[in-house]
């Protein structure tokens, strides 16, 4: 019997048109979100435990916090204690660690003056990038290493689901564009996963034997496939022999990652469609490919 042999991922994404796209998205959505941010009550309750102003300080922290991570080795961490809670962080305990901490060492509660600070950040952010290589790798959440494209897709993600968050408690309009969620996928998820995901995904549950390879494909991006291997997770060129294959509206599947939406809902919409094989591996793969 011939053993199948697999294809590495080629590191293809990081294109000079998606990094000045991904520049602008960012750009584009912090200035929707100060404007959201300024004009909403500050004391509704965008989720179950933070008002309005709590997420809009939240998201501010992280546009500071990145401001570190793009600058030089020595560039001091703008958060007070942070930098250890970053290395020990995992997508189980970030609510608990780093996002309490990093909400009690950005105690600001005024939204003029929390917008202004995240401007500012977004600001310096862009501008420590200008002439970067954007493939240029950051240490991230929980020892994981993320490409400066990467970074700029996770904060115009952060912005557009607290959008999203604040926008729903005081009934305003609110738009996930797809080709920004796209860029969230390619830029972000792809990447930590081909570059290094760290213990990011570390878990005190058994670890599940065996392969699972699930191909992704959209209108907005490369198809590719991600694949969770006793534990171990990577990215792969598509293949016909892949277990699962997910066809996805990119807006939806990250609402659908995050808790926003449910995947059912998602289903029915027809937003993400599941085919393949075998298809029931994709509970499993998402139990250990997770989100916060």
């Given at each position: 019997?011939?053993?199948?042999?697999?294809?590495?991922?080629?590191?293809?994404?990081?294109?000079?048109?998606?990094?000045?796209?991904?520049?602008?998205?960012?750009?584009?959505?912090?200035?929707?979100?100060?404007?959201?941010?300024?004009?909403?009550?500050?004391?509704?309750?965008?989720?179950?435990?933070?008002?309005?102003?709590?997420?809009?300080?939240?998201?501010?922290?992280?546009?500071?916090?990145?401001?570190?991570?793009?600058?030089?080795?020595?560039?001091?961490?703008?958060?007070?204690?942070?930098?250890?809670?970053?290395?020990?962080?995992?997508?189980?305990?970030?609510?608990?660690?780093?996002?309490?901490?990093?909400?009690?060492?950005?105690?600001?509660?005024?939204?003029?003056?929390?917008?202004?600070?995240?401007?500012?950040?977004?600001?310096?952010?862009?501008?420590?990038?200008?002439?970067?290589?954007?493939?240029?790798?950051?240490?991230?959440?929980?020892?994981?290493?993320?490409?400066?494209?990467?970074?700029?897709?996770?904060?115009?993600?952060?912005?557009?689901?607290?959008?999203?968050?604040?926008?729903?408690?005081?009934?305003?309009?609110?738009?996930?564009?797809?080709?920004y969620a796209a860029q969230f996928f390619e830029l972000f998820l792809v990447e930590i996963?081909?570059?290094?995901?760290?213990?990011?995904?570390?878990?005190?549950?058994?670890?599940?034997?065996?392969?699972?390879?699930?191909?992704?494909?959209?209108?907005?991006?490369?198809?590719?496939?991600?694949?969770?291997?006793?534990?171990?997770?990577?990215?792969?060129?598509?293949?016909?022999?892949?277990?699962?294959?997910?066809?996805?509206?990119?807006?939806?599947?990250?609402?659908?990652?995050?808790?926003?939406?449910?995947?059912?809902?998602?289903?029915?919409?027809?937003?993400?469609?599941?085919?393949?094989?075998?298809?029931?591996?994709?509970?499993?793969?998402?139990?250990?490919?997770?989100?916060?």
């Amino acid at each position: 019997m011939t053993e199948t042999r697999y294809q590495p991922y080629r590191a293809r994404n990081i294109t000079p048109e998606k990094w000045q796209a991904a520049r602008a998205a960012v750009q584009d959505t912090v200035d929707r979100f100060s404007t959201l941010v300024e004009s909403a009550d500050p004391r509704a309750m965008a989720t179950a435990d933070w008002t309005v102003t709590d997420t809009a300080a939240h998201v501010a922290a992280i546009a500071w916090l990145n401001t570190a991570l793009v600058g030089s080795q020595r560039t001091p961490f703008p958060l007070s204690n942070i930098s250890q809670r970053i290395a020990a962080t995992t997508v189980d305990n970030i609510h608990a660690g780093l996002n309490s901490a990093m909400l009690r060492s950005y105690p600001e509660r005024n939204p003029g003056t929390i917008v202004h600070g995240l401007r500012s950040s977004v600001e310096e952010i862009l501008r420590l990038t200008d002439t970067a290589d954007p493939a240029r790798t950051v240490d991230w959440l929980g020892a994981s290493t993320l490409p400066l494209a990467g970074l700029l897709a996770h904060l115009t993600n952060e912005l557009l689901l607290h959008g999203r968050d604040i926008a729903r408690a005081v009934g305003r309009p609110w738009q996930v564009p797809h080709a920004y969620a796209a860029q969230f996928f390619e830029l972000f998820l792809v990447e930590i996963a081909r570059t290094g995901a760290g213990h990011l995904l570390d878990d005190d549950r058994p670890v599940r034997p065996g392969r699972i390879a699930v191909q992704f494909r959209s209108d907005y991006t490369a198809a590719v496939t991600m694949v969770l291997d006793t534990g171990r997770s990577w990215v792969e060129e598509p293949s016909r022999d892949n277990d699962v294959r997910v066809y996805f509206r990119p807006a939806a599947l990250s609402l659908a990652l995050f808790h926003r939406i449910s995947w059912a809902r998602a289903a029915m919409t027809g937003s993400v469609r599941v085919r393949g094989p075998r298809p029931w591996l994709l509970a499993p793969f998402l139990r250990k490919i997770r989100f916060p």
